[in-house]
């Protein structure tokens, strides 16, 4: 065994080098690697397969919920995504333009989707003349493209991101508003009890919110090193976009209307939030609801015991598989037990079985919890119950975790001396009174890099006066810096 | 319900004027629409749920024969898709460039992808150093863009189409080519076991091949106006790609070696065969094992009826579901039912149960089979049972139509004067000898319009002299005028 490998472990301390643990995580786990050009990334199997898990869970809910998928072009042409301004000017400076085909000049340029609002509701404004065509929410599974300037960061930001993004239009502003809370609801879902990530929810301030909408609700997540991220928005874009794009129904009082509209969004930088997240000095830790591989077996052997243990462990996959986990056997003979049980560590795999000659002996097996490092002997016809019991208990552990996570890092500096503090040391959400203006908002930004990432739905405290200049306040903003 | 729309039938015979009936077939049954870009289309949800039902089938089976799914990036700098000559000589007058980000101009052009192995075998070189690495079986799931010059038409030919692109790179040739094969009969399975539609499978010739490939193999399709399809290819690329992108690995024998690739990929183009071979002059015939909606039950009632009979079909639609079934109630009361029929045949649904309350009373439905038109009762008790029953009489009845088609469309002209009446005539394939030069190739073209479509696997008829130039041939070729 002396030819295989070194196991390609991670040489950053999360608490010392946390960029570069990041980096180091992505790569080595092999999740995603560096395209050629700048900015890009492509996903490895075991990447794309977290992605998978995403999407499915997602895809069900919007299903159930009277959603439908559809498929956009890439390519949008300039006009149709000047025709409503804001949206135009806040996104033209990260648009990347085709202009030529083969050898020819094209005539007007084309974008690549930056988003889709636009090239949708074109098409929707074709497709809408009744109230019997109403609503109609349809989703789209594709990639976005923004060219990044900042520095870019594998999930968090890049120039190409895969993502979902929602589109509906209703009759009425009331059906619409429901919607945008739907939406954020089933984000909500998908995110704490299957990203196990708890979050913060409410609106973005105007200055934060979608380019184009009325308002934009938001999910927060705290991550470890006391940086904010958005999880997701769902956005209520009044008839901001119906007017321009034209998108009219016929009432049942036989008179036209203007629709009311919604757009909503996650992409893969919930997989940048869990390794951030949940990740240790070993690598990844998933949470069991969203691995690709839930439980992993490593048979301990020499040559001698080969045929058995393997034989004994495939049963046991089998066994697994049945009962509706994703378990995967690790049979190859290149590499040895050691090895395996490193790099399963590194790519988070929740759970691991070892078992070996003795172990078979002995009628039990060895289980080994990623979340805690734990290990602890189990008999091998409880093994099954054994593992459904403990994927659910690191499930929960992982969330806890990132409940308490969150409560360190969130505070309630009492003056603007505190809160600057705050931001310059170890980060993380500042709950504090703000005036509403946006004099003050850009100001607090300037002077500590904190945003308002969230003004709360929900407003248990009281309102104070504004952090900054002192005025009332009638709201309590989550003010962080940010990914 | 004198206000609601008119129903939107099909106007076009499909036997008077195919391409007309083609189209409307794809706007009104709501599979797709056009996009404000020349040449691109979008999906609507319906055409979108098949594409979804043909990419669910294909997953498995990649996921079964050990596949996996990445990401890669749409844009591909100029200088990779240009390291394999022919390849690039062969994409590079349908490429759109990306020239600008913002205001700014880019260094080197970047190119949307066209096909990604250029893309892929760069990165590729990376993940693989040792025989440990190896096979990499790595299937995307994603769209490709080629500006169309030809006429464009939706879902044969448009300037982005949704497809999946395979890419392996094995040990051994042996190996590559067990993939190339495996790969085609998985596309062959999908085609004639689920889409109902019969091929003829073998390899292109030289001129024909995917260019950087050593061989091509397809299935080619043959359509109802005796047009052929290219339906999936699967391309043995040798070391081709891995000698310029130096894809080398460390081999058991402490020896450096290059790699065997394939690539490999099948389209939305199988949604417009499904169109054109099962389609009539009411619309759409989907095949049931594809459809998304298998059964469609409309109630038949009036005000007074209809909780009765409302209630008795969903009850209908749940035992269906309990089995297994994809059924769908239309109980909306702004349409008739025999609005509901007509838009349901346009849509191709297989079979429609019709409920009233007269047929409660009798405790019977009526079954309507889509492909013949045929209806008959049914007792309420045995519905389930039969629907299942009639569903696979209606899967085999279309492949079964299908391959009449084929039959009645291939010929074997005795002589090149037969040959040319025949693709001036009702066109199809004609099977015929070729002495394996371009120029005869180039010259039938030319003079008929049709190329070589398959050089069949299956060689049982005897070979016969070149139908052009008389000389010695070595195989029989499919000839056809083809889409």
């Known amino acids: 065994m002396s030819s295989q490998p070194e196991s390609p472990g991670i040489t950053a301390k999360k608490g010392e080098n946390f960029s570069e643990w990041y980096t180091q995580v992505v790569l080595k786990a092999g999740l995603a690697d560096y395209a050629p050009v700048k900015g890009f990334i492509v996903l490895r199997p075991y990447g794309y397969a977290i992605w998978e898990s995403i999407r499915d869970i997602l895809d069900r809910r919007f299903k159930e919920t009277g959603h439908q998928n559809g498929f956009l072009p890439v390519l949008i042409p300039e006009s149709l995504l000047g025709r409503e301004k804001d949206h135009f000017a806040g996104f033209i400076p990260e648009v990347f333009w085709v202009t030529k085909a083969g050898d ?3 005539g007007e340029r084309l974008a690549l989707r930056p988003t889709s609002e636009t090239l949708a509701y074109s098409i929707f404004a074709k497709w ?3 109230y019997r065509d109403l609503p109609l929410k349809i989703n789209y599974w594709n990639s976005a493209l923004r060219a990044e300037i900042k520095a870019t960061k594998p999930f968090i930001r890049t120039s190409e991101f895969l993502w979902q993004e929602g589109h509906t239009v209703h009759a009425s502003e009331a059906e619409a508003e429901q919607e945008v809370a739907l939406i954020l609801d ?5 995110i704490e009890e299957h990203i196990a990530v708890p979050t913060v929810r409410g609106f973005k301030s105007d200055k934060e919110k979608f380019v184009g909408a009325k308002y934009t609700t938001t999910l927060e997540g705290m991550m470890s090193d006391g940086k904010a991220l958005q999880m997701g928005t769902s956005h209520h874009l009044a008839q901001n976009f119906s007017k321009p794009f034209e998108i009219k129904y016929l009432g049942k009082d036989t008179q036209e209307h203007l629709a009311w509209q919604t757009s909503w969004g996650v992409s893969w930088r919930l997989i940048g939030a869990l390794i951030m997240v949940h990740g240790d000095d070993k690598g990844l830790i998933l ?3 969203l691995a690709p591989i839930q439980v992993i077996i490593v048979p301990i052997f020499r040559d001698k ?6 034989e004994n462990a495939r049963n046991l996959e089998s066994e697994l598989r049945q009962q509706g986990i994703r378990a995967h056997l690790d049979a190859r003979s290149e590499y040895t037990s050691g090895w395996k049980f490193n790099e399963w560590e590194l790519k988070g795999v929740p759970l691991r079985i070892n078992i070996g000659p003795r172990d078979i002996e002995k009628g039990t097996v060895e289980l080994a919890r990623r979340d805690t490092r734990e290990k602890s002997p189990c008999g091998r016809k409880l093994v099954v119950e054994t593992a459904k019991e403990m994927l659910d208990k690191i499930q ?3 969330y806890e975790k990132a ?5 360190d890092k969130t505070a309630r500096p009492h003056d603007y001396a505190e809160f600057k503090s705050l931001m310059e040391g170890k980060g993380g959400f500042a709950s504090a009174g703000w005036c509403g203006r946006l004099e003050c908002e ?5 002077e500590t890099g904190a945003d308002i990432r969230v003004i709360p739905f929900d407003q248990a405290e009281k309102p104070e006066a504004c952090i900054l200049c002192g005025k009332p306040s009638e709201k309590v903003a989550m003010f962080a810096r940010a990914y």
């Open 186 to 190: 089933i984000y909500r879902e998908l």
């Open 287 to 289: 949470p069991p609801r």
């Open 104 to 106: 020819n000049d094209i």
């Open 305 to 310: 015991d080969a045929q058995v243990v393997i």
């Open 128 to 130: 809408i003349t009744s």
């Open 396 to 398: 929960i552990n992982l």
């Open 403 to 407: 409940r308490t996570l969150l409560q």
């Open 442 to 446: 850009e100001k607090i930004k300037e």
